[in-house]
């Protein structure tokens, strides 16, 4: 069965410091993932797909099928990055999102 | 357009009532999902639709029932309300299906059954 595995529930580092936000994830299939994000009063959003092989915000995240990982990672944290964010792999035929439970980033000054 | 709007914002119920949570879009999309949001769980989807009157179940939708009569609504009803059901629901549309489109998501309404 496919499952995406968040292990942090909370992340904390300060500014200046590089992030990495772990997502792994179990599939039979071709994955597609994802990484959403929710800053605080704020809906959840889309921050960057694996197929896009985009930045956003400063953020990266490239698959590895081998450790079956999808990290999120940005070389400088600021504090406007504190928020939950969710890994989140397509299955169902695409028409299903499976999420992880979430890592609470928090960056102190 | 307002996206992705959802009514209302919180709601107390007593178990065993009924109750239905709206969902409505203005992008005309033609995908809609329900999705729960619970402490340590992160989100769950309920049911979701590719289109007006196809609808279909997802990871948790017992307890749930969904219609999808036009594009632009897609209510979720709770027949019997029970405190296992109390919880954070979310809304989301996209264009086409989450593989190639955006999700949307709706502001979310808190539910408590006592």
């Known amino acids: 069965a496919q499952r995406v595995t968040q292990p942090e529930k909370l992340l904390s580092v300060f500014k200046g410091a590089p992030v990495e936000l772990k997502c792994n994830y179990s599939y039979s299939g071709s994955p597609e993932l994802f990484w959403y994000v929710q800053y605080s009063r704020q809906r959840l959003q889309l921050l960057l797909r694996h197929i896009s092989r985009e930045s956003i915000k400063g953020f990266t995240a490239d698959l590895n099928k081998g450790e079956t990982s999808f990290h999120l990672k940005k070389p400088f944290a600021q504090e406007e990055d504190s928020a939950m964010y969710y890994c989140a792999l397509l299955t169902g035929g695409g028409n299903k999102l499976t999420f992880g439970t979430g890592t609470q980033l928090k960056v102190e000054l | 357009n307002a996206g992705v709007t959802q009514t209302p914002k919180f709601q107390v119920l007593k178990t065993g009532q009924s109750m239905t949570l709206q969902c409505a879009q203005d992008m005309n999309h033609e995908y809609m999902s329900w999705y729960r949001q619970d402490p340590g769980m992160g989100l769950r989807l309920i049911h979701y639709s590719v289109g007006a009157g196809i609808t279909d179940q997802g990871e948790v939708p017992n307890g749930y029932n969904v219609s999808r009569s036009t594009t632009e609504d897609f209510p979720l009803r709770l027949l019997s309300a029970a405190p296992s059901q109390t919880s954070v629901y979310f809304c989301?549309?996209?264009?086409?299906?989450?593989?190639?489109?955006?999700?949307?998501f709706g502001p979310g309404t808190r539910l408590t059954v006592l």
């Open positions: 989301a549309s996209s264009p086409t299906y989450p593989t190639t489109d955006t999700q949307y």
